[in-house]
């Protein structure tokens, strides 16, 4: 009997669109923004279109809508590249990350340290179609965004900072919109947070053997078998905050209905969750983008 062929957890996959379409200088600049791998620019979108819907109580003007999608896009790429630059010598080593274009010697740091200006510089151009205020806020992120690469050096909960930074355009939504960012929206982004902790150690199990062989630190580490039962607490923790944060801001019954469906697809995904199984793993990370999209259609409807 032949043994089970273990999965190809690389989160590059070789001959994509990127190898077939692209001219080959170009190609490394593509997978630094992550631009071959868009699910975290919808997990980053996804939340900000659902503050910018509660803040508006409505349908957002359509400028709004453009600078904080770009600006989500911008950000989530720069944070990559960022990430990339700082964990060069241990992607060659993890199986997920082994084909990065600073792992895989492709282009060198000089080369991804340009390239992060650029993206830093066309995101600081949104700021000029922002109020003051929401440039304040804005520039607050910055220190979240390059600690993060950082963390799983030093501490468990790298999670924790990743999800204070990626749902960070959240409370800028209702700075923007409302000149002010009210309990019940900072309610809102920590509930973000805690679902960003719960599916991104799903995502981090993937890694979890490499990482504790290159001695750094997450909360799947720091879980260890207990890890179901833990990021089952932070989904719930998740709805909670959700369903109280959105009676704060004035969301209508429907909201409601919104978030025990979520609360269904998130109970779903940790009774599938399979700690010793990777590539499903992955694919119930994914389904958080789906996750994403009942979050800004419940705040759709919680508007009516």
Same mark, same amino acid.
């Given at each position: 009997m032949n043994a089970p062929t273990r999965p190809d957890l690389s &989160?590059?996959?070789?001959?994509? +669109?990127?190898?077939?379409? @692209? #001219? #080959?200088a170009l190609r490394p600049y593509t997978r630094l923004a992550r631009l071959d791998r868009p699910v975290g620019i919808w997990l980053t979108l996804f939340p900000c279109w659902a503050a910018l819907i509660q803040a508006s109580h409505g349908f957002p003007g359509i400028l709004?809508?453009? =600078?904080?999608? @770009?600006?989500?896009? @911008?950000?989530?790429?720069?944070?990559?590249?960022?990430?990339?630059?700082?964990?060069r010598k241990f992607d060659g080593?993890?199986? !997920?990350?082994?084909f990065r274009p600073l792992a895989s010697g492709q282009i060198g740091v000089p080369q991804a340290a340009l390239f992060l200006a650029a993206e830093l510089a066309l995101a600081a151009s949104l700021l000029l179609f922002l109020s003051p205020l929401t440039r304040l806020v804005a520039i607050c992120v910055l220190p979240l965004v390059f600690v993060y690469p950082f963390c799983k050096r030093f501490t468990h909960w790298p999670q924790a900072v990743l999800g204070a930074a990626f749902n960070w355009g959240m409370l800028m939504a209702w700075s923007e919109v409302m000149?002010?960012? #009210?309990?019940?929206a900072f309610l809102m982004w920590l509930g973000a947070i805690a +679902?960003?902790?719960?599916?991104?150690? =799903? *995502?981090? *199990?993937?890694?979890?053997?490499? &990482? !504790?062989?290159?001695?750094?630190?997450?909360?799947?580490?720091?879980?260890?078998?207990?890890?179901?039962?833990?990021?089952g607490l932070f989904y719930a923790v998740t709805v909670a905050a959700w369903s109280i944060g959105g009676w704060m801001v004035g969301m209508s019954f429907p909201y409601a209905i919104g978030m025990l469906v979520i609360a269904a697809h998130l109970g779903w995904q940790t009774w599938r969750l399979?700690?010793? !199984? #990777? &590539?499903?793993? *992955?694919r119930l990370f994914l389904a958080n983008? @789906?996750?994403?999209v009942l979050l800004a259609a419940a705040a759709s409807a919680g508007t009516l």
């Open positions: &989160d590059i996959k070789l001959g994509d +669109w990127v190898d077939r379409r @692209l #001219p #080959p709004q809508l453009i =600078v904080f999608s @770009l600006g989500a896009l @911008l950000m989530r790429s720069a944070g990559s590249t960022t990430n990339d630059i700082a964990d080593h993890v199986e !997920r990350t082994r000149g002010k960012i #009210p309990a019940g +679902w960003q902790i719960g599916y991104d150690t =799903v *995502y981090a *199990y993937v890694d979890e053997r490499d &990482d !504790r062989r290159l001695g750094l630190k997450s909360t799947a580490i720091l879980f260890g078998e207990h890890g179901k039962a833990c990021i399979d700690l010793e !199984r #990777p &590539d499903l793993n *992955y983008i @789906l996750t994403g």
